[in-house]
């Protein structure tokens, strides 16, 4: 099994095994929630160091040991991305799979478990057309008010939805346009959406234009674009014009 194949039978497994916690109606929405996170990361981990043992590995879920910094390929995976979304039996949450190459992240997959999908980095499908008028994702709990200002100065309708993964992937399914965020992330929230994004051929970068780094001692991530190659150019100048 290649790292993509890999990749996506490991997300979308996971994504069962998190419904099958959640169809036990055993817990309430916030033990389900850390049911859930412990369940999916304990499989994801094992089954990692089963299968590519030399590699380095980052959960949100895990305890890092700095050993994976030494390492030019290491997987950064997200049991449960959206934690409350699951807890609260929406479908706007993902397990994120993902594989960085000296800092890229190149192959992936992320699960919708909820819609029934894995999207991942091997089975790129072309992009829909742009929706009219633009779509841009914001947080349906915590709108950020750059996103929000962006939005007005392109004319773009908001979008509010759930975890990043979802909201990455609604681009790629061209449900949106423009996934824009500033309010901080780490780098399980975007290693495997972005790897699949970037295969999809969308824009993926920081909010002034650099690449996104992974493995990095500092796992923080303040910032993310993704989006339709072009309008990567406007929302760039936008998000510039807003002196962040």
Same mark, same amino acid.
């Given at each position: 099994m290649n790292d993509a194949e890999l990749a996506a039978h490991l997300a979308e497994t996971a994504g069962r095994i998190l419904l099958d916690v959640r169809a036990a109606g055993?817990?309430?929405?916030?033990?389900?929630?850390k049911a859930g996170d412990q369940t999916a990361n304990q499989f994801l981990v094992h089954a990692l160091r089963e299968a590519r043992p030399d590699d380095g590995l980052l959960s949100e879920e895990m305890k890092c040991d700095g050993t994976r910094l030494e390492k030019s390929r290491v997987w950064i995976i997200d049991p449960v991305d959206g934690t409350r979304e699951y807890g609260e039996e929406r479908e706007d949450w993902a397990v994120h799979v993902g594989l960085a190459i000296d800092g890229v992240a190149t192959i992936g997959a992320v699960a919708l478990p909820g819609a029934g999908l894995v999207l991942r980095t091997d089975q790129p499908a072309p992009l829909a057309p742009a929706n009219t008028p633009l779509r841009m994702l914001i947080s349906r709990t915590r709108p950020a008010a750059e996103a929000v200002a962006v939005a007005e100065k392109l004319g773009a309708e908001l979008l509010p939805m759930g975890s990043a993964g979802a909201k990455a992937m609604a681009v790629v399914r061209g449900e949106a346009d423009i996934y824009l965020h500033t309010g901080g992330?780490?780098?399980?929230?975007?290693? +495997?959406?972005?790897?699949? +994004?970037?295969?999809?051929?969308?824009?993926?970068s920081r909010v002034d234009g650099s690449p996104i780094r992974y493995n990095q001692e500092d796992v923080y991530l303040p910032d993310l674009l993704i989006c339709r190659p072009e309008f990567a150019e406007p929302v760039l100048s936008a998000v510039a014009s807003l002196k962040l």
């Open positions: 055993v817990f309430s929405a916030k033990a389900l929630g992330q780490y780098e399980w929230d975007s290693a +495997a959406p972005v790897a699949v +994004a970037a295969a999809y051929g969308l824009h993926c």
